[in-house]
């Protein structure tokens, strides 16, 4: 009662789009400064905010899309927008200031949303949800998705044992390399959105 080849193929099309390691240093740079404990909570509130945001758009994102009149590119676009605010302030500092230390929870935006529930994972779950035919490959798909994000809240509560190796000064080089990657993200997911327009005109 288990599609394995569909769990494997749900899963590393997951685990591409959502990428665990390059997640790393953008968790690094974004919880620097934090208490361990509140670290080792937001892991698991990020993995948590992205399973339960890719679970309702699993359930019915076609329709939450299609009631808000919403096209998959113009979300593509808005995410990969949000992104580039975020890199900017990684790569000018302005991350690393108290107000946006304590004060904004970083597990629910960027990192929940829409670095790892962006729109790449949540078509993803859409169209694989939809093609599911019966109870063995829904059962793969979902088995994927929980898979996904068990790896994820590992791979970013492990990551902190990087923060100790490397420092203040290691964090800094970390949250300006995190922007760059995370404003090439940005730009790729807007010029992907930007695509599908043209292509659906």
């Known amino acids: 009662m288990f599609d394995l080849a569909l769990f494997g193929s749900v ?4 685990f591409v789009i959502m990428d665990p390691p390059g997640t790393t240093p953008i968790f690094l740079a974004l919880t620097s400064g934090r208490p361990l404990k509140v670290q080792r909570k937001m892991a698991m509130q990020a993995a948590a905010v992205a399973f339960g945001v890719i679970a309702v758009f699993a359930v019915g994102g076609q329709q939450i899309l299609d009631y808000l009149h919403v096209s998959v590119p113009a979300l593509m676009v808005a995410g990969g927008l949000l992104l580039l605010l975020i890199s900017l302030d990684l790569l000018t500092g302005k991350a690393e200031e108290p107000t946006q230390t304590k004060d904004v929870n970083a597990a629910l935006v960027p990192l929940g949303m829409p670095l ?29 998705i929980v898979a996904i994000h068990l790896v994820l809240w590992v791979t970013m509560r492990y990551s902190l044992l990087i923060i100790r190796l490397i420092k203040e000064g290691g964090v800094v080089l970390v949250s300006r390399l995190a922007g760059m990657l995370l404003a090439t993200i940005a730009v790729q997911q807007i010029a992907n959105g930007v695509t599908e327009f043209i292509r659906q005109a």
């Open 116 to 144: 790892l529930a962006g729109p790449g994972a949540i078509v993803t779950v859409i169209l694989a949800v939809q093609d599911a035919d019966g109870v063995k490959e829904e059962l793969a798909v979902w088995a994927a």
């Open 11 to 14: 899963f590393v099309t997951l």
